[in-house]
Structure formats: C-alpha cells, structure tokens
C-alpha cells in the first residue's frame, strides 16, 4: 500500500501541515480536494492549514487509499494536548491521534464489515462519491463513540449520547450534526432495519439563513481580477448560468449547443439533466478557450492531461479573486456566485418557477 508522510513545518513564515507521498494521481486529486491546499514546487509537498487534531480527517480522506504515516506530528503533540498514542485503522495500520470521547481503540472486525456494507451499499447505490466519504467517515466516528458496543447493540440513545457528549462540547458545527444524524438514520435504515427506527432520530433545529450575494458591479470587479483565461471562463460559466461547482467540473467540450445556445448539465445533483441557456458572449469566450487550450475530455483539465479540474483549485481561483477585488464586506464563497445569478434573475423579474428550472432545484421552497 501506498504511504503518505504528514509532519508539521513552517512553510513562508507559517505553521502548515506538509502532505508528502510518491506521485500518485489518485492521491494528488484527494489532497486537491482539501482547502486551500497548495504546491511547495521548492519544498517538493503538498501543504494544508495547520488545524488542531488534523490527522482523524486526513485518515479518513486516504483510508481504503494509502497508510497514513502521522508518527512524528503524534510525537509533537502528544506531550501537549492528546495524551494519545498510535493505534490502526482497520484497512491499513494508519496513525491516527485518538480524540477525547471517541475511543482510541482500532474497530472491531463486525463494525469494519458493517462500514464496508454501508459504503458497497452506497456505491451500489450510485451516491456521489463525496456522500460516500463523509457517511462513512460519519458511521466510522459513531462506531469508534460507542465502542466497544457493536452497531447491532445500539439504539437511539447513543446517538443522542453522541450529541450531547461529543459534538456540543466541542462545538462542533451545526452541519455537522446534521450529517451525523442522517449517516446513521441511512446506516441503520439499511443495514440494520430491526436494531434501531430510524424515525426515533430527530434532527436538530433547522437553521434559516438568506444567502449572501454579490451585486453585478461586485461580480464584474471579481471576473476583472482574473487574467488566467482558463479560471475566468470557469467563473463567468458559474455566474453566467448559476452553476455548481461540480457543474461546471464535470462539464465537456460537446455540452456546447452553440446552435440553440444552450449549455447541457448532465447527470448533476439527483442525477438529473438539464439545459441552460448561453448568452453570445459566454459562447464566444468559450471558443477562444477551447481555441487556446484544446482540453481531451473535460471542458476543463486540471495539470494531468484528460483529468478533471480540482474542485478546491477552483474554490481557490474564486477567494483569490474575491480578494483582489477588496470585496470585504461579505463573507462569500464560490457557491455565492450562483446565490447571486438567481437574485438578480429574480430583481430583473424572472419567474420563479422558471428560476428553479434553471437552477435544477427540484423544490420550489429551496428556491425560495
């Protein structure tokens, strides 16, 4: 199996976590994913922020992947916080710091099948791959919370147990709990449909929250800012046509209708197809990029030619812009851009039906 060496350095003048490993494409689109991960092209590694606790989610991303090598960060911080020791992940003797409440104990071989069902499920099930990761990453957080319990011993109190000695004392996002809970309503929905009742799980309170959104003199500074071709066509396909990010990642050269002017998003969110209209001047910066970067397969490539775009390349791309556009005010994310072609769609008084056509919302409350 494949190693991947973290250790902490001091990269720029900053404490970061440095993610070193032969070249691996696999491995290289994993760490992509993570934000703000950059390229040491002199120190020859990948680094990430340096979080408390990093090593349980950098475990969880490389699991089934690699054998994660932590050794040396464990040996800095054990004498500090953790008080912990090395222990092994069921797939891969994997160095992980074991955290206050979860039990440092590697899993037991039924809770490593039951995760292995769980994900064989998913997959099976055609769930985006990301789904996958964090359900699993979720059920695998539970599992180690109740151990040495196994999952068919379990009922709704531990998850709520889970809630009231893990997840609020630490903090921990409201998302998050969120997640937790529908990983383990669908992992024992599924797997274990006589142990717990699903509808015994309540889910914490919903949270309202109206999007923030960016002006069109906001969204024009931000476009102008860029001078990568490649990164401003992705940015103004994003605005332009209210697209995800995964959207436009998994878009490619022949989605282009530039006879009907219409843009195909194919198989997105809820594995659902949908057309969305081009504007002449989107199908016009469109052909000077293909002209110039004549991509193979996706519309756009990231360094390995034929390979998808990184996701967190293009959420870099955006804060970058955002910031060199002195945008200070608001506290947007990539996603925002497309918060913001649905607002103004909707001040210029398009309905909103037809908004949520173009969105491929498939309730008119999320539009809402």
Known sequence: MKKVIISKVLHNGESRISIQFPYDEGLIRLVKEIADARWSSRMRYWHI??????????VERFQGHA???????????????????QVNTPDAMTAVVP?????????????????????RWMEAGRYPETTVRTY?????AFLRFVSPKEAGECTSEDLIRMVDEYIIPR????????QMVSAVKKFYGKIYRSVIDPGEISRPRPQYRL????????VKRILETVRNEKHKVMLSLVYGCGL???????????????????????????????????????????????????????????????????????????????????????????????????THLLEAGTDLRYIQALLGHRSSRTTE
């Open 99 to 119: 955290d206050r409440g979860i039990s440092n104990s590697s899993l037991s071989e039924n809770a490593t099948k039951d995760i292995e069902r769980f994900k």
């Open 136 to 140: 699993t990453g979720m059920i695998t």
């Open 49 to 58: 922020p340096d979080s408390s606790n990093p090593v349980p989610g950098l």
């Open 211 to 218: 999007p923030n959104v960016l002006s069109k003199d906001e």
């Open 67 to 85: 054998f994660v090598d932590a050794s040396s960060l464990i040996e800095k911080e054990s004498d500090k916080t953790f008080g912990g020791e």
């Open 244 to 342: 995800r990010r995964s959207e436009v990642l998994e878009l490619r050269p022949v989605d282009i209708d530039r006879d009907r002017k219409l843009i195909s998003i194919r198989q997105s969110k809820g594995f659902k197809d949908r057309i969305v209209p081009l504007t002449d001047r989107l199908i016009r910066i469109v052909d000077d990029y293909l002209l110039h970067y004549r991509p193979d397969n996706y519309l756009f490539e990231g360094q390995v030619k034929g390979s998808r775009y990184s996701p967190a390349s293009l959420e870099k791309v955006f804060r970058t812009a955002y910031e060199k556009a002195g945008i200070n005010k608001k506290d947007i994310t990539l996603h925002g851009l497309r918060h913001s072609y649905a």
């Open 171 to 178: 903090s921990l996002s409201h998302s998050y709990q969120n």
